[in-house]
């Protein structure tokens, strides 16, 4: 059987700027002392109105562009070149020998470098000239996956995938075809977005942000908090510790931002990423739900997990921690997951489902994760679902004892 195995992670967020530092800070959610820490911060401007919202921003320092290509210069690009920097050893060892024609890369995005077509705008309005530097191919949906090619030689496959929310984590799904096509040996593949006035107020429009934080689940959630950040993985059929095992995808298409009320698309997608991987329900140890922290989002989620696993499987939202990293989010939430998987997460914790202190008691039951210790953490499933109905589910586990099972009908 093919595997998909995840040599290696980077990642950038506002709970860390690498593995270490997003682990322990996600996972101290579990000691009471820590567990009122906050990862998201207030920013003034990215509203018009001059309103302040939380977000989940990057303030570690990032990597400087000023000898790559002017093209290339934007703040999408260091948060991807500060997570391809952390993976670049594990990179170098794994293409030894191997073709730069052989070597793909994927990535998801939703805005991709927007941001500098915003304060080229604004310099446009003031001068009346575009700034001299700026380039329009910053901005294209391509541009970090061709940076990041750049940047490593990769010939192969080389393309961005743009499906709002679900973007990234079809970034994975894509990987893993492409391996099994044998069209690469190597894929470099996850997701990066940054913060910009275009889906803050975009989201502020569709009455979507919380006043505050955001309440994953909760009573009084209100909104998202946008946030920003890049996760990259190694891709290849060698053998690692951590394989994606299996991808579900579904598109229920029922309405262009609303999502479908009973979450039929969502347990669609959870079922056939089970069905793929050939186990069931009981054996997974952890979901991580897409869990935005809206009214509709929350409550068809529930009603979907609860469809799925009952009260067996813990489950929770991150977004508290990262915010909503939209075309990242799929890949940032994998990648929380596989650091909850690895050799790194020595006390088989998992995170909290954060939010302001209570489960909204009438949403559809399931296991809400409360920052538990495990007995056994080997396999777990990370939901992404997008507008327009694009939804996915993606079941990382560890190679070493990988569990074997039947089909879940």
């Given at each position: 059987?093919?595997t998909s195995?995840?040599?290696d992670?980077?990642?950038?967020?506002?709970?860390?700027k690498d593995?270490l530092?997003?682990?322990?800070?996600?996972?101290?959610?579990?000691?009471?002392?820590?567990?009122?820490a906050?990862?998201?911060?207030?920013?003034?401007n990215?509203?018009v109105?001059?309103?302040?919202l939380?977000?989940?921003?990057?303030?570690?320092?990032l990597?400087?562009?000023a000898?790559e290509?002017?093209?290339?210069?934007?703040?999408?690009?260091?948060?991807a070149?500060?997570?391809?920097?952390q993976?670049?050893?594990?990179?170098?060892?794994?293409?030894?020998q191997?073709?730069?024609?052989?070597?793909?890369?994927?990535i998801g995005?939703?805005?991709s470098?927007?941001?500098?077509?915003?304060q080229?705008?604004k310099?446009?309005?003031?001068?009346?000239?575009?700034?001299i530097?700026f380039?329009?191919?910053?901005?294209?949906?391509?541009?970090?996956?061709d940076?990041?090619?750049s940047?490593?030689?990769?010939?192969?496959?080389?393309?961005?995938i743009?499906?709002?929310?679900s973007?990234?984590?079809?970034?994975?799904?894509?990987?893993?075809?492409?391996?099994e096509?044998?069209?690469?040996?190597?894929?470099?593949c996850?997701?990066?977005?940054?913060l910009?006035?275009?889906?803050?107020?975009g989201?502020?429009s569709?009455e979507s942000?919380?006043?505050?934080?955001?309440?994953?689940f909760?009573?009084?959630?209100?909104g998202?908090?946008?946030?920003?950040?890049a996760?990259?993985?190694?891709m290849?059929?060698?053998?690692?510790?951590i394989?994606?095992?299996?991808?579900?995808?579904?598109?229920?298409?029922?309405?262009?931002?609303?999502?479908?009320?009973n979450?039929?698309?969502?347990l669609a997608a959870?079922?056939?990423?089970?069905n793929?991987a050939n186990?069931?329900?009981?054996?997974?140890?952890?979901?991580?739900?897409?869990?935005?922290?809206?009214?509709?989002?929350?409550?068809?989620?529930?009603?979907?997990?609860?469809?799925?696993c009952?009260?067996?499987?813990?489950?929770?939202?991150?977004k508290?921690?990262?915010?909503h990293?939209l075309?990242a989010?799929g890949?940032?939430?994998?990648?929380l997951?596989?650091?909850?998987?690895?050799?790194?997460?020595?006390?088989l914790?998992?995170?909290?489902?954060?939010?302001?202190?209570?489960?909204?008691?009438?949403?559809?039951?399931?296991?809400?994760?409360?920052?538990e210790?495990?007995d056994?953490l080997?396999?777990?499933l990370?939901?992404s679902f997008?507008?327009?109905g694009?939804n996915?589910?993606?079941?990382l586990?560890?190679?070493?004892g990988?569990?074997?099972?039947?089909?879940?009908?």
């Amino acid at each position: 059987m093919l595997t998909s195995s995840l040599h290696d992670l980077g990642i950038i967020c506002s709970l860390g700027k690498d593995k270490l530092s997003v682990l322990t800070n996600l996972i101290a959610s579990t000691n009471a002392e820590q567990s009122n820490a906050e990862f998201l911060s207030l920013n003034s401007n990215l509203l018009v109105d001059g309103q302040a919202l939380y977000v989940g921003q990057v303030n570690a320092e990032l990597p400087c562009l000023a000898n790559e290509k002017e093209h290339f210069d934007s703040r999408n690009n260091q948060l991807a070149l500060a997570a391809l920097t952390q993976i670049m050893p594990t990179i170098t060892a794994l293409k030894t020998q191997i073709k730069s024609a052989r070597i793909a890369v994927v990535i998801g995005t939703s805005t991709s470098g927007i941001l500098e077509g915003e304060q080229a705008r604004k310099s446009h309005l003031a001068s009346g000239v575009m700034p001299i530097d700026f380039h329009y191919s910053s901005q294209e949906m391509i541009a970090p996956a061709d940076f990041i090619a750049s940047k490593l030689d990769a010939q192969g496959p080389v393309y961005s995938i743009s499906t709002a929310c679900s973007s990234s984590a079809k970034a994975l799904s894509s990987a893993k075809m492409i391996l099994e096509c044998d069209l690469a040996d190597i894929v470099i593949c996850g997701g990066v977005d940054t913060l910009s006035q275009l889906p803050c107020n975009g989201f502020k429009s569709l009455e979507s942000t919380a006043q505050t934080y955001c309440n994953p689940f909760g009573s009084e959630r209100d909104g998202i908090n946008l946030g920003e950040g890049a996760a990259l993985f190694v891709m290849s059929q060698k053998p690692a510790d951590i394989e994606l095992l299996s991808v579900g995808e579904s598109s229920d298409a029922y309405h262009v931002s609303a999502p479908e009320p009973n979450g039929v698309g969502a347990l669609a997608a959870m079922k056939k990423a089970l069905n793929s991987a050939n186990i069931d329900v009981q054996q997974l140890d952890y979901l991580n739900l897409h869990g935005t922290g809206t009214p509709k989002n929350d409550d068809m989620e529930a009603k979907a997990v609860a469809a799925f696993c009952q009260q067996s499987v813990s489950a929770g939202s991150t977004k508290r921690f990262t915010g909503h990293t939209l075309g990242a989010a799929g890949a940032i939430e994998a990648g929380l997951t596989w650091l909850l998987l690895s050799d790194l997460n020595t006390n088989l914790l998992i995170p909290a489902n954060k939010n302001n202190g209570d489960i909204d008691p009438t949403l559809s039951k399931f296991k809400v994760s409360s920052g538990e210790k495990l007995d056994n953490l080997s396999l777990c499933l990370s939901n992404s679902f997008a507008f327009g109905g694009s939804n996915i589910s993606l079941i990382l586990g560890k190679r070493v004892g990988k569990v074997l099972g039947k089909n879940c009908e």
